[in-house]
């Protein structure tokens, strides 16, 4: 029972990939940390990139919830990781931990952590009262709920017969082929994914709320953004910091507002194609009005923000 974790790059996740719908249709609670580097394949396997983020949310054959956290500091990454363990356990789901190469190989000095705070969330697990109410190996694994989440029991646990599949089943874990038993599955697991979102935070904004332009990014390009805006704000350009620590579920009517009140939006990430830009694009309806990207295995400086911006501001 005790809480463990996987950690790995793109291309070594790629080789996951079929265990990761696994824990999907089994509703196994897991977590994994993707370290982005540049690729295809091994690519520049000691460098940095943001690659990864459509490939990370879409991973896997057919449909089922998941979450993907996105941290941009130190104190962002221990506080989003004991939060995966909860929504993992929670909601019985993979959660997925997506930082890069430059955030992983990052040194800071930091406050002691206030281990207080912790707290270890594990869901609805059924006690031994609670499963010899049910008699003799009554316990149902997949049973059908509102929420879509099922009671857990510990497997050992007397009298109780935990059974799963990776194939396609019903409430007991039973292999099924009938159309609607197979229907009523794949809405109860995906039920889940609306508890998910309610337990999700805003993205940060850092600066004046109502400035002109908004600096939109995700992961470790938060300190290059942060410094920008502060570089820009004294040079007298109205400039703020959209950040995504939490990129799925997607924070769409926070982004939908930031987008809104901005008169120019950036967004900024280390990719070739602005994959952020496309899901804000796919999941809002909204266009940013620039991309600043940098894919060359190397991180963001903010002066380079600073320059990229203060060129299109001229224009």
């Not at 998910?196 to 600096?215: F, H, R, S």
């Not at 900024?268 to 909204?286: D, H, P, R, V, W």
């Amino acid at each position: 029972g005790v809480r463990a974790m996987t950690a790995t790059s793109g291309d070594g996740f790629a080789l996951m990939i079929e265990g990761l719908g696994q824990a999907g249709m089994t509703e196994t609670p897991i977590v994994a940390v993707e370290g982005q580097r540049p690729g295809p394949a091994v690519g520049l396997p000691t460098r940095t990139s943001q690659s990864d983020l459509l490939f990370i949310i879409r991973a896997g054959n057919d449909e089922f919830p998941r979450a993907v956290f996105t941290p941009g500091t130190e104190e962002e990454a221990f506080w989003l990781t004991i939060k995966a363990f909860n929504i993992a356990e929670k909601y019985q789901i993979p959660v997925i931990i997506l930082i890069d190469q430059h955030l992983a190989d990052s040194y800071r000095t930091i406050e002691r952590f206030d281990l207080s705070k912790v707290k270890i969330e594990r869901g609805e697990i059924l006690s031994e009262e609670q499963i010899k109410a049910m008699g003799l190996y009554g316990y149902k694994r997949h049973k059908i709920t509102e929420s879509g989440v099922s009671p857990r029991a510990i497997p050992g646990t007397p009298g109780c017969l935990v059974v799963t599949d990776a194939d396609e089943h019903g409430e007991e874990g039973h292999i099924i082929e009938d159309a609607e038993t197979r229907t009523k599955m794949v809405l109860k697991r995906l039920r889940k994914f609306e508890g998910v979102k309610k337990e999700m935070e805003p993205p940060e904004i850092y600066g004046p709320m109502d400035a002109k332009i908004t600096l939109i990014g995700w992961g470790s390009t938060y300190g290059a953004i942060r410094e920008a805006v502060d570089i820009l704000r004294k040079e007298g350009i109205d400039a703020n910091m959209l950040h995504l620590n939490i990129v799925w579920p997607f924070p769409k009517d926070a982004v939908s507002e930031a987008l809104n009140k901005a008169e120019m939006s950036f967004v900024i990430e280390n990719n070739a194609i602005g994959q952020l830009a496309y899901l804000i694009k796919s999941e809002t309806g909204k266009d940013v009005n620039w991309k600043i990207l940098k894919f060359d295995g190397r991180p963001f400086s903010p002066m380079h923000i600073v320059r990229e911006v203060k060129n299109r501001v001229k224009g």
